[in-house]
């Protein structure tokens, strides 16, 4: 499973730091990211990072926010600075899972976690 934890509120200009992490019977995570959901919007992608580093970011968050992984810890944190009004959303973390004594990969999602900034 997925615990996703720091999110709140803030105001335009700061920053907040997410985390999640992935606990349970793992034997290897490939992709680990973070989606977010805006009130009235579709689920978007923010970013996410593969397991040798590659990184992948929306438009709309380049140079702002910054993911990366402890992949000791299994988990994957999501930096954002200079935070926007339209950066609002529930912010939910995924990771691609592959469990011990299986050989598929599965896909968890985290519980979301709400990010408010205010303006």
């Known amino acids: 499973q997925l615990q996703a934890s720091g999110g709140g509120l803030v105001q335009a200009g700061e920053s907040l730091r997410l985390s999640c992490a992935a606990s349970?019977?793992?034997?290897?995570?490939?992709?680990m990211g973070w989606y977010r959901q805006a009130p009235g919007k579709q689920r978007e992608l923010v970013a996410d990072v593969t397991s040798d580093g590659s990184t992948n970011y929306v438009d709309l968050v380049k140079g702002r926010f910054t993911i990366s992984r402890d992949n000791a810890k299994n988990t994957v944190y999501l930096q954002m600075n200079s935070l926007k009004a339209e950066d609002t959303a529930i912010y939910y973390c995924y990771a691609v899972v592959q469990q011990y004594e299986e050989v598929v990969w599965r896909h968890y999602w985290g519980q979301g976690t709400l990010v408010t900034v205010s303006s």
């Open positions: 349970g019977s793992i034997s290897s995570i490939s992709a």
